[in-house]
C-alpha cells in the first residue's frame, strides 16, 4: 500500500502564493499518473489538476495560468504550485496516486491532505 504525504500546507493573503509537496512510497511511482484534489467546507472533493507519467497535466479552468504542478520521479514526488491565490482556492488538498492517461485521469490512492487557507 503506498503512502502519500503533503506539506506546504498553510494561511496566506489573496494574491500571495504557495507550493505544495507530496511524496510517494514505494519503487514505481515514475509509472504512476498523479494528481491534486481539493475539498472546501460543505462541497464535493474536485479535481484540481494532474500530471500522466510522460509530465502531460491537465487543469480545472478555475485554477488554469495561476496553478502548475509538477513531478520529480528522483524524489518520488509531486508539487503543486499556486500562484496569485483567492478565498475560493480555500480547501483542505489531497495528493492522489492513480492512472489514465493525458486527458483521463482516475483516482486511486489518498493522502492525508493540507489545508490551504486563503484569507487577509
Known amino acids: 500500500q503506498v503512502q502519500l504525504v503533503e506539506s506546504g500546507g498553510g494561511l496566506v493573503q489573496p494574491g500571495g502564493s504557495l507550493r505544495l509537496s507530496c511524496t510517494a512510497s514505494?519503487?514505481?511511482?515514475?509509472?504512476?499518473?498523479m494528481a491534486w484534489y481539493r475539498q472546501a467546507p460543505g462541497k464535493q472533493r474536485e479535481l484540481v489538476a494532474f500530471i500522466s507519467s510522460g509530465a502531460f497535466t491537465n487543469y480545472a479552468g478555475s485554477v488554469k495560468g495561476r496553478f502548475t504542478i509538477s513531478r520529480d520521479n528522483a524524489k518520488n514526488s509531486v508539487y503543486l504550485q499556486m500562484n496569485d491565490l483567492k478565498p475560493e482556492d480555500t480547501a483542505v488538498y489531497y495528493c492522489?496516486?492513480?492512472?489514465?492517461?493525458?486527458?483521463?485521469?482516475?483516482?486511486?490512492?489518498w493522502g492525508q491532505g493540507t489545508q490551504v487557507t486563503v484569507s487577509s
Open positions: 492522489n496516486r492513480g492512472g489514465g492517461s493525458t486527458s483521463t485521469y482516475f483516482p486511486g490512492s
Open positions: 514505494g519503487s514505481i511511482f515514475s509509472t504512476y499518473s
